[in-house]
């Protein structure tokens, strides 16, 4: 198993650009999250989704965008890219059952300018 | 309100042992978490607590207090790569979410 997956690794957006994040996981996990971490900071959870078809608002959702059209895919969108979501992006997954311990992606490090 | 504190950085020497402190303050609990994540990479999953009391695993053990929100992370006979950030997680009620303190940066010196 791959696990999780993220594409791009690093990606510089000019002000006002848009792009898209890929996060693909192999697991058969049904909840999918994606996160941001700002530097010496801990994770913000941006969306999150229990199955395909189903996303939810986390804490910080504003400027961003998701959609599952498969258990494997969540996919995450910016529109119009704004120097404050310059951070570093995680994608994460998790089985319904047992502990809930999240697996994580390698990360996407994101500087908008 | 949600609120998760724990110490932003702590330093230890090796072959010693450290523990880490972790309170919060939460609308709902249904487990806690620590993971680990080095510089440059992505959070690994250490422990999970959702009962009272102390579960071990080798070099790392965890504890939980429901009662005063708090939980600990012990590391013993530190190595070198023990070296990292160590993160606190409180599992909510919905959809398996985390809420993530801000982290403890641990140094560990020769």
């Known amino acids: 198993n791959a696990g999780v997956t993220q594409t791009p690794k690093f990606r510089i957006l000019k002000i006002g650009q848009s792009m898209t994040l890929q996060c693909t996981q192999d697991?058969?996990?049904?909840?999918m999250y994606w996160y941001r971490q700002d530097p010496g900071m801990g994770l913000k959870l941006i969306y999150y989704?229990?199955?395909?078809?189903?996303?939810d608002k986390g804490e910080v959702p504003n400027g961003y965008n998701v959609s599952r059209s498969t258990t494997e895919d969540f996919p995450l969108r910016l529109e119009l890219a704004a120097p404050s979501q310059t951070s570093v992006y995680f994608c994460a997954s998790t089985s319904r059952t047992g502990a809930y311990e999240q697996y994580f992606g390698p990360g996407t490090r994101l500087t908008v300018t | 309100g949600q609120n998760i504190d724990q110490p932003t950085e702590m330093t230890a020497t090796e072959g010693a042992i450290v523990q880490i402190n972790c309170t919060y303050q939460?609308?709902?609990?249904?487990?806690l978490f620590w993971y680990q994540q080095h510089a440059g990479e992505a959070p690994t999953f250490l422990s999970y607590?959702?009962?009272?009391g102390l579960e071990e695993k080798g070099r790392f053990s965890s504890f939980l207090s429901r009662s005063k929100g708090y939980s600990y992370l012990l590391l013993k006979e530190l190595q070198m790569k023990d070296s990292a950030s160590y993160l606190c997680?409180?599992?909510?009620?919905?959809?398996?979410?985390?809420?993530f303190g801000q982290g403890t940066e641990l140094s560990v010196k020769p």
């Open positions: 607590n959702v009962l009272d």
């Open positions: 989704s229990v199955g395909a078809g189903i996303t």
């Open positions: 997680a409180v599992k909510g009620n919905q959809g398996g979410k985390l809420i």
């Open positions: 697991m058969n996990h049904n909840y």
């Open positions: 939460t609308s709902g609990f249904n487990g």
